[in-house]
């Protein structure tokens, strides 16, 4: 998430109320999780097993909860709740604003493009030509969707993310100021839910294709000409590359990757990242081929022991 004009270090840490070690004039230009941040971005962390991680990123200003030499070129803010102050940040640059109408004023509609009844757009959606938004869509505020979409009823785009921190009294949620973007040609299903990205966008790429009932994670990335059927569920921060195949009921961890043209057989759960062109079976799911082996063999087993007892 870039802010709307480049910050000092100092304002930044005026705002959180907390102290900082660098330049005050140290140049803030935005805030990001670790795997979408660049070179003038905040990010958080808490906990020692991730300070090296946090530390030696793109991120340029770290905000930590321990004193910690600060590396050549960066800066630090100190916090002691930097999950809490990472909050406050997003709260201040990109806070709630109820919308009073359905279709807000700022959203952006392009030349044919066709938008059916109840359907609501939040501040400064932007669509492209020539798409179809059917009944009942919600799409949040700053989702750019592009040329010949179409969007089928009830589906949502750019709800928050499921991120959240165990505290003694609950679960406090991570603030969403992220976005959603469809990329043209993309062909959304009925019912699907699509959660904004943490501080970055949840992307889905030129050309894919997907099913009805289908929920998909915040700051995924789904690659160009995808199929993805529908039940399948996919958790946050995974990169789907290219012309891959979901079919039904296929779930999902976080933080994998999904190569190029794998094809993952239905009702799979799939753990652990795949090799491209392959096809996989099963929850946990292997290549398709070990797991009809390893099925055939379960299946032989009765007679196999009924043999041993003779």
């Avoid at 406090?172 to 990205?197: F, H, K, P, Y």
Wanted: aromatic share 8%.
């Amino acid at each position: 998430m870039k802010f709307d004009k480049v910050y000092p270090l100092e304002k930044i840490a005026e705002i959180i109320n907390q102290e900082f070690i660098g330049d005050p004039n140290f140049e803030v230009h935005g805030m990001n999780e670790i795997h979408v941040v660049e070179s003038g971005d905040i990010v958080f962390v808490d906990h020692p097993k991730y300070y090296d991680v946090a530390l030696e990123s793109a991120a340029t200003i770290v905000l930590i909860n321990k004193k910690v030499d600060c590396p050549v070129g960066k800066a630090l803010l100190i916090s002691d709740d930097p999950f809490r102050d990472f909050n406050k940040l997003t709260n201040h640059f990109n806070p709630f604003i109820a919308q009073s109408v359905a279709i807000a004023d700022t959203a952006v509609i392009g030349e044919g493009t066709v938008i059916q009844p109840n359907v609501v757009l939040g501040d400064n959606v932007k669509i492209g030509k020539n798409c179809i938004i059917h009944p009942n869509v919600t799409i949040y505020k700053n989702a750019i969707i592009g040329n010949n979409v179409i969007i089928h009823a009830n589906t949502v785009l750019g709800a928050d993310a499921f991120y959240y921190k165990r505290r003694p009294e609950g679960y406090d949620r991570l603030l969403s100021g992220g976005n959603v973007v469809l990329e043209d040609n993309v062909e959304i299903g009925a019912s699907c839910t699509i959660d904004r990205g943490v501080s970055g966008s949840t992307t889905i790429k030129y050309g894919t294709k997907i099913d009805n009932s289908v929920q998909i994670g915040h700051d995924t990335v789904v690659g160009k000409h995808c199929l993805i059927a529908s039940q399948t569920g996919i958790a946050g921060a995974n990169v789907i590359e290219d012309e891959v195949i979901m079919w039904g009921q296929v779930g999902l961890t976080s933080g994998i990757t999904i190569a190029k043209k794998t094809v993952i057989l239905a009702q799979s759960g799939i753990t652990k990242s795949t090799e491209p062109g392959t096809t996989y079976f099963g929850s946990p799911a292997v290549e398709v081929r070990r797991g009809y082996r390893e099925l055939a063999a379960i299946r032989s087993l009765p007679e196999f022991l009924r043999k041993a007892k003779k």
